[in-house]
């Protein structure tokens, strides 16, 4: 994520919820402020409460979920779900949310899968650790969009397999109409500079759309341009 955050109402942090240090928040630039940084997390929980069904009762699966910006967001607005897991790739991120932010609802797991951007030691898989038919909401906040096609379809047939029937995956991307199918770091993109492995992975939307559909994906909704850096929203079910 870089310069282009979306709108967030004013919250003041619970002092007793514990928030990462600004060196282990993704999207770092927007969130210096820790009541940024909260209410990002709020406005996306009211978000999937709206839009994808979330509510204390439900099972979250938060993929990529850093150092727990969203568990973060559940814990202020409706302080727990039935059960939130929190999986990522990076080990300093996820080894803070567990040690600060577990609890009876609240748990997090580390995978040492392959990302060029942020693990790129790790072993290439398709690995989200749940059961299938397991996850009432699945959440992506800016992962798809450091993702290139092979991980696209990989992942999309991953998420279709633990989505619960009835379950919804909220995600988002760089989408937009009539563009090449795939390009990582395209110039002259969302006037923002692009550099390093995986930075931004923009798609064409028929062609994202397509991919998710073949892995057993259809959509539910689509929201151009609206989060961060102009990323667009999709609510996802199983076809
Ligand atoms: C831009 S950050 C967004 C973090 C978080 N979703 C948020 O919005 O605050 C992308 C996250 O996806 C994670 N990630 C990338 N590939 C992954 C994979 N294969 N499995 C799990 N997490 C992954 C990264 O480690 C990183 O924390």
């Not at 940024?36 to 938060?62: C, E, N, S």
């Not at 290439?124 to 800016?142: K, N």
Request: some cysteine.
């Amino acid at each position: 994520m870089s310069d282009t955050a979306p709108r967030t109402d004013e919250i003041v942090p619970d002092p007793s919820i514990p928030l990462p240090p600004y060196s282990l928040r993704m999207g770092g630039k927007h969130f210096k402020k820790d009541a940024d940084f909260v209410a990002a997390g709020v406005r996306d929980v009211k978000m999937l409460r709206q839009r994808a069904g979330l509510g204390r009762r439900k099972r979250v699966l938060d993929w990529g979920c850093g150092a727990g910006r969203l568990a973060i967001g559940i814990k202020h607005l409706i302080g727990h779900v039935e059960d939130y897991h929190g999986v990522d790739i990076q080990p300093e991120l996820l080894t803070w949310a567990k040690d600060n932010l577990t609890d009876e609802h609240t748990r997090f797991t580390l995978v040492d899968a392959h990302n060029a951007r942020y693990n790129p030691d790790g072993t290439p898989s398709f690995e989200i650790p749940a059961d299938d038919a397991s996850v009432d909401v699945l959440y992506a906040y800016s992962v798809f969009s450091h993702m290139l096609t092979h991980d696209l379809a990989g992942y999309g047939a991953t998420i279709a397999r633990i989505l619960a029937p009835g379950g919804r995956a909220w995600v988002t991307a760089f989408v937009e109409e009539d563009v090449p199918d795939c390009v990582e770091n395209p110039s002259d993109y969302l006037k923002l500079e692009w550099s390093g492995a995986l930075h931004c992975v923009r798609y064409d939307r028929r062609f994202f759309e397509a991919t998710l559909w073949d892995a057993g994906l259809a959509v539910d909704e689509f929201v151009y341009g609206r989060e961060t850096d102009g990323q667009s929203m999709y609510v996802l079910r199983r076809r």
